[in-house]
């Protein structure tokens, strides 16, 4: 806890310092998906331009205003995914100030960026060292700095106190659906899943590094917002999809999109993010919590798709298998 | 054209009097589509903070730093797209300047859109004065209020005077392999499309727009930046993809999945954007041609693959026969 605590404080410092014109959040696949809800709350709560990219994307794009006064974050749990080692060195160069994210201490990202975050990773793990944890708690950090707010330290508070049992709690809610659920689309060639906002990232990286990547399964992360103006017409009786209804907004977008697909699929179903448990956490606070939750529920439904199809979690067939 | 001019003329003038603060656009899939090229072009060629986004994600998520300076622009061919005029509402609201694109001249959007751009659609009408090629018209006559420079007048030019031509004749190059590629994949159930940058629209478009929704086919528009990070794991002899190689950063990302691929899949078609026809063109100037001509050429795809399938791209199961 210490050591991620100086880390931050040393990040935090620097920032705060800093004449930040704006923040560029840069990784790969999953880790991408991390950082996103720190995109999501820099635009909700300041005025600084926020985004959000891959990291090729991102030094392929080479953004005008990407130099002094940017503030770039970026993550890789190896520390040693090519692209995003490449992207902190060329937002270093470009003058940016730099914070990596990484699970391996003295990798080749840890080298290149500036400031440096280790983040903890699996079951024995705390979870509020995770990677998505320590971001939110490195940006409220930041915020609070910049613009004091008591619900900055009441969310950080709420990451380090109340959240690990929030999410226990909320696990064991979904410990049946899961079971279900895993058994039931055991041979589902397709699985589509589909969100918005700040629990859209979960949605996205479900797809691609859950479905796609360790299950090899078909999947898109559709958009509710999207859906209806295109992919909305692949619904049919037998056409998966997961919807991870958002807390924002009353889930509105998402209610839309399950009234319509109940009608016409008899495989759809739903998390409402609104279910959670998120005790002591105040009403404005909630939605900043529901990524951070959600995705350990997919997850267990994951894992009981993966024993339903013999297919463990962990095989691939070009991943860390050749060289690509 | 006549009438087009004069009302890109009108907002043109009404943004390079404005105190630009950031630049939105905003519409739903295809449109939005159309649109992202512009929020590309904003981020290369200013320092403005330039954002796209779905119509309803851009209300929910409601950005602290959209209000006054904010350019909002908006696209929707009915002008009746409801997520898209109460976006245009909303963002006139907050007190930003809006644009709004629409091939109905007096729809809704026409009324809530401070400014109105109408533009042409179908066969019969001329290409540049389809709606992305006016987008274009706006912005680099925008870009040349603010920043003049000769590649912005020739950059119109081109559109105007050129552009018709180099499409045709792309075209025609592409007519084959359409014909041979309609008939080879009529019985794909999925087929995936990747590419990255300036033309990751038109992947992302034909995905959700043609494949789902006009032809029924499962689709996601894979990131080629994103693909080894998770989606290439469902790379698989019979997995199909159209790789759309982009024409910036020489194909670089593409190239990577396309030797990837080409490997473990015998159904990889390639559409290498730097083979289209940029005849009168500079250098640094074809990649914003790119998607204008990447749309059709894939279209030509679409034709064939619906006539093959005895499928035609304007059958709707949902779309505009209920309410939804």
Chains 1, 2 share one sequence.
């Not at 700095?145 to 709690?169: A, S, T």
């Amino acid at each position: 806890m210490q050591e991620h605590q100086q880390q931050i404080l040393r990040a935090v410092t620097a920032v705060s310092k800093y004449p930040i014109r704006n923040f560029y959040f840069v990784a790969c696949g999953g880790s991408l998906a991390v950082l996103m809800p720190g995109q999501y709350l820099i635009e909700q709560e300041t005025e600084f331009p926020a985004f959000a990219y891959s990291s090729a994307e991102f030094t392929q794009r080479n953004p005008k205003a990407l130099g002094p006064g940017s503030v770039v974050i970026l993550c890789s749990t190896s520390g040693n995914t090519p692209e995003t080692v490449a992207a902190a060195k060329f937002a270093r160069e470009k003058g940016a100030l730099t914070i990596g994210f990484s699970h391996l201490v003295d990798s080749p990202l840890w080298q290149e960026a500036e400031y440096r975050i280790h983040y903890s990773t699996g079951d024995e793990a705390e979870v509020n060292e995770y990677s998505n944890a320590l971001l939110y708690r490195l940006l409220f950090a930041i915020l609070d700095e910049l613009q004091p707010d008591p619900k900055y330290k009441k969310m950080i508070y709420g990451i380090l106190e109340v959240y690990p049992r929030n999410l226990k709690q909320t696990l064991e809610k979904y410990k049946e659906w899961a079971e279900d659920l895993g058994k039931a689309w055991k041979r589902e060639p397709i699985i589509y899943t589909m969100s918005s906002g700040i629990t859209y990232p979960v949605a996205y990286s479900f797809a691609i590094c859950i479905l796609m990547e360790m299950q090899w399964i078909h999947s898109q992360a559709l958009h509710s917002g999207e859906f209806f103006h295109g992919p909305f017409e692949i619904t049919d009786f037998d056409v998966p999809m997961i919807i991870l209804k958002n807390i924002e907004n009353d889930g509105r977008l998402e209610a839309r999109a399950i009234a319509f697909t109940q009608k016409f699929s008899d495989k759809i179903t739903v998390v409402d993010t609104s279910e959670f448990c998120y005790d002591g956490i105040e009403e404005n606070l909630k939605k900043y919590f529901a990524p951070l939750i959600a995705a350990p529920v997919l997850r267990l439904f994951a894992t009981e798709l993966a024993e339903q199809r013999g297919h463990p979690l962990s095989v691939r067939r070009y991943m860390w298998k050749m060289k690509y």
